[in-house]
């Protein structure tokens, strides 16, 4: 099992910009797909978007389309988030997840999440 440790998060203006980490510990050799998905209060789970860990293949939600860009880098154990143009609306807690098979990007088909960093965009 791997463990995930986000950071990065924090309080910005809008049209400002952060980026994420999320770190890997332990067996990482088995994982498909990484992928940062967000939560707000009184909402679900969010996909936000994917990288696979072998392939470099990227996916994304509609909503951070040309403003957020995932990527990793596997020597580090690393996966980014960049986002930029940030907007209120983006203010959630961010999770990076693991997936260890080829599926879709439904929060269940997760196996292993971080705790989460927060990220606040003030209008």
């Known amino acids: 099992q791997v463990r995930l440790v986000e950071s990065g998060g924090g309080l910005v203006q809008a049209g400002g910009s952060l980026r994420l980490s999320c770190v890997l510990a332990?067996?990482?050799?088995?994982?498909?797909?990484m992928a940062w998905f967000r939560q707000s209060p009184g909402k679900e789970r969010e996909f936000v978007a994917a990288v696979t860990w072998n392939y470099r293949r990227t996916d994304y939600a509609d909503s951070v389309k040309g403003r957020f860009t995932i990527s990793r880098d596997n020597a580090k154990n690393t996966v980014y988030l960049q986002m930029i143009s940030l907007k209120p609306e983006d203010t959630a807690n961010y999770y990076c997840?693991?997936?260890?098979?080829?599926?879709?990007?439904?929060?269940?088909?997760?196996?292993?999440w971080g705790q989460g960093t927060q990220v606040t965009v003030s209008s």
């Open positions: 997840a693991a997936q260890y098979y080829r599926s879709s990007y439904h929060p269940g088909n997760f196996g292993a």
């Open positions: 332990g067996r990482t050799n088995d994982i498909y797909t």
